[in-house]
């Protein structure tokens, strides 16, 4: 191989012009036939002295380093801020003249819990739910709650936070009577409950109520009921 050290962008090559360069100097990349030097290609920059580097988030692919590029570096789309794909999504389409497309056709994985600061003297506790996905921006919360095979006497609830943050719902749970080992349905209108790909939740969340444990209070000055708090946290499961 001959060096073309008068171009200085080739490192080795077959013959003596610049689209016979086989591979090229660090700071070039080959282009449309030849060694293009890096800042000179659009969607791609020199990122040290010795290494070029694409540009992640301009909408434009041009090698396989890039697992995709959806013209923004925005997380939860499918495409990450440093370009690699989501788990779970499709992207497609991405070249030197398009964007890549990410889509998901999955529903969204729902996670319930407590909120580990609960009311112990008027037995209160707080059910969160969490998206493990972006979800659409809410209008309107639509939710429902049942303590299955318990006398809906026995256990009231309310939404607690606004529409304003669509990945988290607070649910406020009042019982009079234990509630362990029961299992608890909440239920999301699908027209209102959709992650940014129009994915709705397929059906209620299923989950059980632990086991609760004594506080070290005086019992003695507690009412009847069944005064416990929540020690753990549970899985949700929505049935297939």
């Avoid at 012009?17 to 293009?36: I, K």
């Avoid at 923004?72 to 964007?99: A, L, V, Y």
């Avoid at 209160?124 to 919360?141: A, D, E, S, V």
């Avoid at 936070?161 to 509630?179: K, R, V």
Wanted: charge should be negative; glycine fraction near 6%; proline fraction near 4%.
């Amino acid at each position: 191989y001959k060096r073309q050290e008068y171009m200085g962008a080739c490192s080795e090559c077959y013959g003596n012009t610049a689209a016979m360069c086989q591979t090229c100097s660090p700071t070039y990349m080959s282009f449309d036939g030849a060694c293009v030097r890096c800042n000179n290609i659009k969607g791609m920059y020199l990122k040290s002295e010795s290494q070029c580097t694409e540009i992640c988030g301009d909408g434009i692919r041009l090698t396989r380093k890039l697992e995709c590029d959806d013209g923004n570096n925005e997380d939860f789309d499918g495409c990450s801020r440093d370009c690699k794909i989501g788990t779970g999504f499709r992207c497609s389409g991405g070249s030197p003249n398009s964007r890549d497309e990410c889509y998901i056709s999955t529903p969204p994985t729902v996670y319930m819990r407590y909120d580990g600061k609960n009311d112990i003297k008027d037995n209160q506790m707080t059910i969160i739910l969490t998206f493990q996905r972006q979800m659409k921006p809410l209008n309107t919360l639509s939710v429902d709650v049942e303590v299955l095979e318990t006398d809906s006497s026995n256990y009231k609830w309310e939404v607690k936070n606004d529409t304003s943050d669509s990945n988290h719902i607070e649910i406020s749970f009042t019982y009079l009577n234990d509630l362990q080992n029961k299992t608890v349905k909440v239920s999301l209108d699908p027209y209102y409950h959709m992650d940014i790909f129009n994915n709705s939740i397929p059906g209620p969340i299923y989950a059980v109520l632990p086991e609760y444990v004594e506080q070290k209070v005086n019992l003695a000055q507690m009412s009847s009921g069944g005064q416990k708090a929540v020690s753990a946290v549970f899985a949700a499961s929505i049935p297939s």
